[in-house]
C-alpha cells in the first residue's frame, strides 16, 4: 500500500476512528521503547497509571474514570505494578483508608522510557505538520477531553449522556465514544 492510498484511507474516517488510529503512533512507540529497555511485563494501560502517577501519587482515584474500567480492574492493575516493581503503595498518613502510589526506581525508568518513545512521536508530528497546524491538534483534543469530563459530570449527577450511534453512508462510526486518552502535558499519557 502506498502512502498515497494509505493516507485516502484515513481522509475516510470519522473523527472517533482517527483517534483511535492516531493512539498507534503513540503506543507503538511505547511498546517498542518498553521492549527494547526490558520492561515486557509492562501491563496494558500501565503507561498511563505511570504518567498518572508521576504527576500526582493520588491521581489512582480518577484511575477508573480515566481508563473506563471498573474499580476493581484499577486495584488489580495497580496490585500488578506494585508485584512488577513498577509502583510502590503506602497508607496515606491523613487518611489511613486511602493509599499513596508512588514510582520505584523502576518505575521511574519506565515513565522516563515512555516519555523519550512519545517524544520521538511528538517531534515526528511536527516535522509533518505547522506549529499551527501542532496548536490545533492539541486545542482540539484538549476540547474533547473537557467535554469528555464534562459528559462524566452530568452522568455521575444523575444527568444524562447523550450516546448518539450512527453510521455514514461509508458504513463508519460515528459513535462519540469515551477512550478517555487525556495528555498530560510532560509526562503525559504516552499507554501503547
Known amino acids: 500500500m502506498t502512502d498515497r492510498e494509505s493516507?485516502?484511507?484515513?481522509?475516510?474516517?470519522g473523527i472517533p476512528g482517527l483517534l483511535r488510529g492516531a493512539r498507534r503512533a503513540y503506543g507503538n512507540l511505547v511498546s517498542q521503547a518498553f521492549a527494547d529497555a526490558g520492561f515486557d511485563d509492562m501491563p496494558r494501560h500501565g503507561a498511563y497509571v505511570l504518567a498518572r502517577v508521576y504527576g500526582d501519587s493520588s491521581a489512582s482515584a480518577e484511575l477508573a474514570r480515566d481508563l473506563g474500567i471498573s474499580k476493581q480492574a484499577?486495584?488489580?492493575?495497580?496490585?500488578?505494578?506494585?508485584?512488577?516493581g513498577y509502583l510502590a503503595r503506602t497508607p496515606d498518613t491523613g487518611d489511613r483508608r486511602r493509599m499513596v502510589l508512588a514510582l520505584t526506581p523502576r518505575g521511574e525508568e519506565a515513565t522516563t522510557a515512555s516519555w523519550r518513545a512519545a517524544s520521538e512521536a511528538d517531534a515526528e508530528l511536527a516535522s509533518r505538520l505547522s506549529t499551527e497546524g501542532v496548536a490545533?491538534?492539541?486545542?482540539?483534543?484538549?476540547t474533547l477531553c473537557q467535554m469528555a469530563g464534562e459528559s462524566d459530570a452530568a452522568a455521575s449527577h444523575g444527568g444524562h449522556r447523550h450516546d448518539h450511534h450512527s453510521h455514514d453512508h461509508h458504513g463508519h462510526d460515528?459513535?462519540?465514544h469515551s477512550d478517555h486518552s487525556h495528555d498530560h502535558h510532560g509526562r503525559g499519557d504516552h499507554g501503547a
Open 136 to 142: 490545533a491538534l492539541r486545542a482540539g483534543l484538549i
Open 74 to 84: 484499577v486495584s488489580q492493575l495497580i496490585d500488578t505494578m506494585v508485584m512488577r
Open 7 to 13: 493516507g485516502s484511507r484515513y481522509e475516510t474516517l
Open 174 to 176: 460515528h459513535h462519540a
